[in-house]
């Protein structure tokens, strides 16, 4: 299969691609390198796997021209960091909705057959109730959950014209090697360095879920149709808190770090943990039962 995959050298996109290259497809990758690293996916590169495109999804041009001759588009491209997002507005606004719009219509004018959104659990803002439906107003607190809600809607558009098949899943906190500059790689690096652990607010809790098992289920969002129906949330369905993960990755590396609590940070949300029942009867996959079972292997 010809696959494009936006954003295809970031985080979670550049495991996506090992996977499809595993598989034995042809890939192109589109990436500005905002915030992805040419070195995740160097290897696939060389060896002529993958193709690499140097551009932005804000250039329809560009995309359309990416898009031709594809069956299947990842659309991963994104300003993916909250603080980034409020920082930079126009970024987050320009690359993520209207650099989303671009996809979805140079997809729909190429003739590709499906496109799968990585939508995030931040469209929902501050939950009313735990764990959270997809019947779930979204009430996004932050103009990354709010760019997130509005490229949502255009892919309800695009999927109701019947001429593109779209797909929107709505992620927790992914974790897993390569990523940077979240929670999970900020606590590892400062564990190491023996630097204190500075947790934000204190009340989180966050649903995390491992990025083998996200890739897992993008690779079962290309066929699924009952995926078709509308955003599915994929989460491990459960609420870790920070303090819990502070001291497990002390606990991996055998660390003593001090940890301390500041003022909590208003953009960003404060609990979340997704109602998987969507997702497992669409699915029929479960995630690990310890959200956490990976970091071992990741460390
Ligand atoms: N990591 C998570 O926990 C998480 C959770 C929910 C949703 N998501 C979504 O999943 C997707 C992938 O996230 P990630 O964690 O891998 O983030 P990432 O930042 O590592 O990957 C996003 C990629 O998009 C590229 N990009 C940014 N602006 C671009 C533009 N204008 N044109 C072309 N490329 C551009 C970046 O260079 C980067 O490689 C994003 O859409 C993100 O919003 C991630």
């Known amino acids: ?8 050298a970031g985080f979670i996109g550049s495991h996506l691609v090992d996977r499809l290259v595993e598989e034995g497809h042809e890939i192109t990758v589109l990436d500005n390198l905002f915030r992805g690293r040419l070195r995740n996916i160097d290897a696939h590169i060389s060896s002529g796997h993958v193709e690499f495109l140097n551009q932005d999804i804000r250039n329809f041009d560009q995309v359309k021209k990416a898009c031709s001759g594809c069956e299947l588009v990842y ?7 909250v603080m980034g997002a409020v920082e930079d507005m126009r970024y987050s606004f320009s690359t993520n909705v209207t650099g989303t719009f671009n996809v979805l219509l140079a997809a729909q004018e190429e003739g590709v057959r499906r496109l799968i959104f990585s939508s995030s659990r931040e469209a929902y803002g501050e939950a009313e109730y735990l764990p959270v439906d997809e019947k779930h107003p979204l009430n996004s607190k932050n103009s990354y959950g709010a760019s997130k809600a509005a490229g949502e809607k255009y892919c309800q558009v695009f999927q109701n014209s019947g001429d593109l098949e779209v797909v929107i899943l709505r992620l927790a906190n ?29 009340k989180q809790l966050i649903d995390f879920i491992s990025v083998p098992f996200v890739v897992d289920v993008m690779r079962l969002a290309a066929h699924n149709r009952e995926a078709l129906s509308g955003p599915v949330n994929v989460g491990s369905g459960q609420g870790t808190t920070l303090f819990e993960l502070a001291n497990r990755l002390m606990t991996l590396f055998g660390k003593n770090n001090q940890v301390v609590v500041e003022a909590a940070r208003s953009a960003e949300v404060v609990k979340y943990t ?21 970091l071992k292997e990741m460390v």
Do not use: C, W
């Open 1 to 8: 299969m010809k696959i494009l995959v936006t954003g295809g």
């Open 75 to 81: 659309h991963l491209a994104a300003q993916s960091n």
């Open 174 to 202: 992914v974790y897993g090697p390569r990523d940077f500059n979240r929670v999970i790689p900020i606590f590892i690096e400062n564990i190491k360095r023996g630097k204190d652990i500075t947790i934000y607010g204190g």
């Open 274 to 294: 997704s109602d998987l029942k969507r997702f497992k009867a669409i699915f029929q996959t479960t995630p690990a039962g310890d959200p956490l079972e990976y």
